[in-house]
């Protein structure tokens, strides 16, 4: 299996995750233009004629601002929340995007698409019903979690025993708090219903390494209150000073490019 992130951070978010053989795989999220999309496949010998479905998370800009142009060219299903659904069709953010296309999924009811049992799981967010996914082929499991306020018992069972993961590192919690932003937007990001920081990212990491993930790409960074390389030492920090692990050696550990594709996360069968 691969994931494969074409783009992370706030401004925008798209992931392509597919089986070993490269025939087919699925998008989650199209938060940035169907250009930047093919273009990015395009690095990886991929089109979007291979993509089976386009799973979205949540409706915010960045996670379906190309949305509308990528699936009235391809016709490509969309698979998300019934909430969600009706939030881009009622609102017409996405434009006119054919009905037949939605497809309703349900938090911890799994769908097969692209030879892959993909399964969403609710996250804490400030949208209709958000969710994240874990993608599980050829006895393999990656996930993408982004766009959580807070995780919980429930959110580590789901990401438990996986291979690879993106997980969310949105913010350095002492720029946010001395930065420019508004006090009530970083309240919101600091919230049970907003972003993970570096902080938070770390421990939910050091949980998750109890059993077999070695490769964690952290993402959805906040271009205002983070750098990838804090990012990268909060989190490393975390590993090697409690538990004695060490990047490179005992797992990977990398940050997802915000404006360009980010070599993919591997793993076999």
Request: overall charge negative; glycine content about 10%.
């Amino acid at each position: 299996m691969e994931l494969y992130s074409i783009a992370s951070g706030s401004s925008g978010n798209s992931i392509f995750v597919g089986t070993s053989g490269g025939n087919s795989g699925v998008l989650l999220d199209a938060g940035i233009s169907k250009k930047r999309i093919e273009e990015g496949l395009a690095v990886r010998q991929l089109t979007l004629e291979q993509v089976e479905g386009v799973f979205i998370t949540h409706e915010h800009a960045d996670h379906i601002s190309g949305l509308g142009p990528l699936v009235r060219k391809y016709a490509i299903p969309i698979f998300a929340t019934e909430k969600t659904i009706q939030y881009i069709q009622e609102t017409g953010k996405c434009g006119k995007v054919d009905s037949d296309l939605f497809q309703c999924v349900r938090p911890d009811e799994s769908v097969h698409v692209a030879g892959m049992e993909i399964t969403p799981f609710s996250i804490s967010h400030d949208a209709a019903d958000p969710v994240g996914y874990t993608m599980q082929a050829e006895g393999k499991k990656l996930a993408v979690a982004t766009d959580m306020g807070e995780y919980t018992d429930y959110t580590i069972s789901h990401l438990q025993d996986c291979d690879g993961l993106l997980l969310e590192a949105n913010h350095d919690i002492n720029m946010l708090q001395v930065g420019s932003y508004p006090y009530a937007l970083k309240m919101r990001i600091l919230g049970k219903k907003g972003h993970l920081s570096n902080d938070a990212c770390g421990r939910l990491v050091k949980k998750l390494m109890a059993n077999k993930l070695r490769h964690v790409l952290l993402g959805h960074l906040s271009q205002d209150n983070n750098y990838p390389e804090l990012a990268y030492e909060t989190v490393k920090y975390e590993l090697t000073q409690e538990e004695g692990l060490v990047p490179g050696k005992d797992f990977v550990l990398e940050v997802a490019r915000r404006n360009e594709p980010t070599p993919p996360i591997l793993v076999h069968g």
